[in-house]
Structures are given as C-alpha cells and as structure tokens.
Nanobody, 116 residues
Framework: QVQLVESGGGLVQPGGSLRLSCSTS????????MSWYRQAIGREREVVAS????????LYLDSVKGRFTISRDDVKATAYLQMNLMKPEDTAVYLC?????????WGQGAQVTVSS
C-alpha cells in the first residue's frame, strides 16, 4: 500500500525558515519524480518545486527561487522542502506528490502559515 506522510508544517514569522518532510512507503521511491505543490485560499494549486529520480535535477516556481530548496533521500525514501526567507504570500497548504508514467500519489497536505 502506497503512503505519503507529510510533516513539519506550522506557523513561522516572515523571514523565518521551515522544513517540510514527505516520508513515503510502498513504492520504489528512486523511480518517482517528487514534487511539492501548494494551494492558498483564493488561489489555484501550483507546483512549488520538483526533483527528478535520476540526476537530482530540480525545478522551482519563480517566486521561490533562491529561497526554497527541494531535496530527496533515496535511502530514507523521503523528500524535503527547505523554506527560507519566508513571506506571508507563502502561506498555503503544501502537498507532496510522487509521480511516474501512469501513477500519481499525493500526501495529505500540511498547513504552513507565515505571519507576525
């Protein structure tokens, strides 16, 4: 059974940092593209960052470039999103996704709130 479990969400002040984790089980982790999405109130879901299963090539949403870093640990079958210099505009539910051709799995989502 495939399972994605997110952790690390919470409240952080502007300029602060937060690290999200996405632990997976039941899939061949090193064959999947791992992605982080977010959905804020009044906005559509958007891709924040993705990393390939080979070569660890990463892509980022323009608004988070230089501030966010996606990474993956194939031994632990876990993906991470390090978020630095956070802004109120980063407030959203963040979702982890594992995907390959013909397959797509989602985590439950983690609330991230950036506020003073």
């Amino acid at each position: 059974q495939v399972q994605l479990v997110e952790s690390g969400g919470g409240l952080v002040q502007p300029g602060g940092s937060l690290r999200l984790s996405c632990s997976t089980s039941g899939l061949s982790f090193n064959h999947y593209v791992m992605s982080w999405y977010r959905q804020a109130i009044g906005r559509e879901r958007e891709v924040v960052a993705s990393m390939t299963p080979t070569g660890y090539v990463a892509l980022y949403l323009d608004s988070v470039k230089g501030r966010f870093t996606i990474s993956r640990d194939d031994v632990k079958a876990t993906a991470y999103l390090q978020m630095n210099l956070m802004k109120p505009e980063d407030t959203a539910v963040y979702l982890c996704k594992a995907t390959r051709s013909g397959e797509e799995y989602w985590g439950q989502g983690a609330q991230v709130t950036v506020s003073s």
